[in-house]
């Protein structure tokens, strides 16, 4: 009995193995993508693009394009034999009630919720942390596939009203929406076409930015400009909104409009792009008041933290690559006349918040989070002590409240929340979290490596306590690289899955990120980009080196900046990686200003418009240097229909051309287009869980064997 079952056992485990040796030897048989005859010149350089019908996103070839190659893909997927294990272990170890920080608007303190398996956060209400929370608003009522997501909230002054905003399928258009408090009923106000706005309020009122309406059929692709600022009074219709500001002859400058806590400053930040403000403010305590200009270049980041009666305080990157925080009298706003309150420091400074009466600084060294707490006028008080290596957030709140709270979390520590109380100075645990999930099992180590011209560059690593370092163990390496974006610790649920099959998680935080201020972001944008794609090399060569693992064994991944760098890398080293996932990319770096708001990362690529920037992009541009001559990893791209931040032409034409060029070779080029979805935000849990249990089955069926 016992060699029977032994037999079956056996004859089991030989199919299984079979069936895996055959999917990973399949000839994979792409849908057939029509080429056109596109050229475009570019400085008297000519440049196919046999795949530009891929950019309209409402044609009947495109639809038809999409659902082929997501039958593929799917069809390969459904023949991994643990898929449905990853799913069913990332929705058990999901269902767990998480929660936000609490905030205070009035008298009042909200949070938000998910009791678990829920498609989106919930808003509560309390009228005091002691009282029964009450469900002010459900985005999971919005929509029967939860697809219509509360994308934030706005107070008035006195907390009485709340606005809020919505967003379809992932996009980044909003729609405006107005509450009551007192009353709790839903006023008739109504907001549209608004993208990259708060509400700043003001009076009876708020300040908003938006653009005009698209036309029709070009909503998730045209080119969004002349963002303009409008003040809209409570109790009438968005077309009697009062037009406060307009730049007609710069409309590719963006607008964003705040107001200080007292309500008697406007301050309006214009944009360039995603580098670089200007600031004009309004004094409102003065009647018939206009914008006067604060700062007038675009070369540096400034944001007020707050006022301090007539004076402005500014969290500045001039004279300060980590920036400091000055004090500025709009009467007299050059920067001979600031006042330096919290001066530069070897680390970097990421946010300063007014509350309490003191102002908390949150600073990253070595890419893990400290917190400071400073006088009113810049006298060093105290460090708020940290669990451990990790990223807290939150510190928000009013001049006059004595407590604030914060959340605190890392690798293999969910988020945890905190109480801090400025009168006793002391913090104290407010809320934790409770995952299935044993943190004591893992480890967290931090590295440095070399790159290649010699910079010193940070990686954590994350595993199983007792790791064999023998080059077998699965590896996926993450990061991101640009727009100032600092990746510090923090909780993943999905990334559990994978440490749990003993996997080893490393995250690289490689230059064009501002994890070491602003010269770390210049060190890896326009002509240094190069220095982004070196960074990542380096990181991958470290952990084989290291034996952590190796080529066959290591899996890399990005998102959207990130995708970037993942299709440049794997042009670049094919042989360095065993699979790769580039997630909704920017991958046609000739053309991606052409679209949307893209014209805003040219202070970050440069632009093909210019010749000398052209000459860098086309080097590294990942659908330009697609290879033949060499087999790739196996690669999965993704990407979303609704995405419009990076718009999934993107994807389609990098997805059509690798096909092409790779189809001759055994790995596959996937891509996966998830429907009713966009650039990530406000994606329903259920969507979140199938896309992270695809993405982990095909990284862990490509890297385990």
């Known amino acids: 009995m016992k060699r029977q079952n032994l037999t079956k056992i056996l004859l089991l485990a030989l199919i299984l193995v079979w069936g895996c040796y055959q999917i990973k030897t399949q000839t994979f048989e792409y849908p057939e993508t029509n080429k056109i005859d596109t050229v475009d010149d570019y400085h008297g350089t000519k440049i196919a693009d046999p795949y530009r019908w891929l950019e309209d996103d409402n044609s009947e070839e495109t639809a038809a394009w999409v659902k082929a190659q997501n039958e593929l893909t799917f069809s390969y997927l459904e023949q991994v034999p643990f898929r449905n294990e990853i799913k069913n272990r990332l929705e058990e170890i999901w269902n767990y009630p998480k929660y936000s920080a609490p905030f205070k608007e009035g008298s009042r303190y909200y949070f938000y919720k998910n009791n678990g398996l829920q498609n989106q956060y919930v808003l509560y209400v309390q009228e005091s942390l002691e009282d029964d929370p009450e469900v002010i608003l459900d985005p999971n009522t919005f929509s029967e596939e939860g697809t219509v997501a509360l994308s934030g909230t706005d107070f008035s002054q006195d907390g009485r009203y709340m606005g809020y ?33 708060g509400m700043a309020w003001a009076d009876n009122g708020f300040y908003y930015t938006r653009f005009p309406k698209p036309e029709e059929g070009g909503e998730k692709s045209s080119v969004n400009e002349n963002e303009r600022v409008f003040y809209h009074e409570l109790g009438t219709k968005q077309s009697e909104d009062k037009l406060v500001f307009e730049d007609a002859e710069n409309p590719k400058i963006g607008n964003y409009m705040s107001v200080t806590e007292d309500g008697r400053y406007g301050i309006l930040y214009r944009y360039l792009g995603t580098h670089g403000t200007s600031i004009k403010i309004l004094d409102r305590r003065k009647e018939n ?80 989070t400290r917190i400071k707490v400073f006088s009113s006028e810049g006298s060093f008080e105290k460090e708020i002590t940290l669990p451990s290596i990790g990223t807290a957030s939150g510190f928000g709140g009013k001049s006059d409240q004595t407590e604030t709270f914060y959340s605190f979390t890392s690798f293999t520590r969910p988020s945890t929340i905190y109480r801090y109380d400025f009168t006793s100075e002391r913090s104290s645990i407010f809320r934790k979290s409770e995952v299935s999930f044993n943190s004591e099992e893992y480890e967290t180590k931090q590295v440095f490596f070399s790159s290649k011209d010699g910079t010193s560059v940070p990686m954590f690593i994350v595993h199983k306590k007792g790791l064999v370092r023998d080059g077998s163990n699965p590896t996926l390496l993450y990061a991101y690289g640009g727009f100032n974006v600092s990746r510090t610790p923090y909780f993943s649920i999905s990334n559990i899955v994978f440490l749990e099959r003993g996997g080893v998680y490393a995250l690289a935080n490689i230059r064009g990120g501002g994890e070491y201020g602003e010269d770390w972001h210049q060190g890896g944008m326009l002509h240094n980009k190069q220095n982004v794609f070196d960074d990542f090399i380096g990181a991958a060569e470290h952990l084989i080196a290291q034996q952590y693992t190796s080529p066959d064994h290591l899996a890399i991944k990005g998102g959207s900046n990130g995708g970037l760098l993942i299709g440049a890398v794997v042009n670049q080293r094919p042989d360095l990686f065993k699979a790769a996932i580039p997630q909704v990319g ?16 040219a202070v970050e690529y440069g632009s093909s418009d210019e010749k000398e920037h052209f000459e860098n992009l086309i080097k590294y541009s990942p659908l330009h240097n697609i290879r033949n001559d060499v087999p790739y990893p196996a690669i999965m791209i993704t990407t979303a229909d609704h995405d419009d931040r990076v718009v999934p032409a993107h994807s389609f034409k990098y997805a059509a051309e690798l096909q092409e060029k790779q189809a001759g070779f055994g790995n596959p080029a996937l891509i996966r287009i998830e429907t009713k979805a966009g650039h990530g935000a406000g994606k329903p849990t259920a969507k979140v869980i199938e896309e992270q249990a695809d993405i982990w089955s095909f990284i862990l069926f490509n890297t385990e064997q």
């Not at 909003?174 to 706005?197: A, G, P, Q």
């Not at 009666?309 to 980590?322: V, Y």
């Not at 007299?332 to 330096?340: I, K, S, Y």
């Not at 046609?588 to 990362?601: E, S, V």
């Open 165 to 197: 905003s919505v967003s379809q399928a992932g996009s980044d258009w909003r729609e405006f929406y107005i509450i009551d408090m007192n009353t709790r009923e839903k006023l008739d106000d109504h907001i549209e076409w608004v993208k990259f706005s």
């Open 289 to 368: 008041s206009e914008f006067e200009t604060l700062i007038e270049d675009y070369t540096y980041d400034h944001a007020i933290i707050d006022n301090d009666g007539d004076f402005l305080l500014m969290l500045t990157t001039q004279k300060a690559p980590k920036q400091r925080v000055v004090k500025v009298d709009p009467q007299n706003p050059g920067e001979e006349n600031w006042e330096t309150l919290i001066p530069e420091s070897e680390h970097t400074l990421r946010n300063v918040s007014a509350v309490g009466g003191k102002l908390v600084a949150n600073y990253l060294q070595d890419a893990s």
């Open 586 to 601: 920017v991958m046609d770096m000739l053309r991606y200003h052409k679209f949307t708001i893209g014209y805003a990362w």
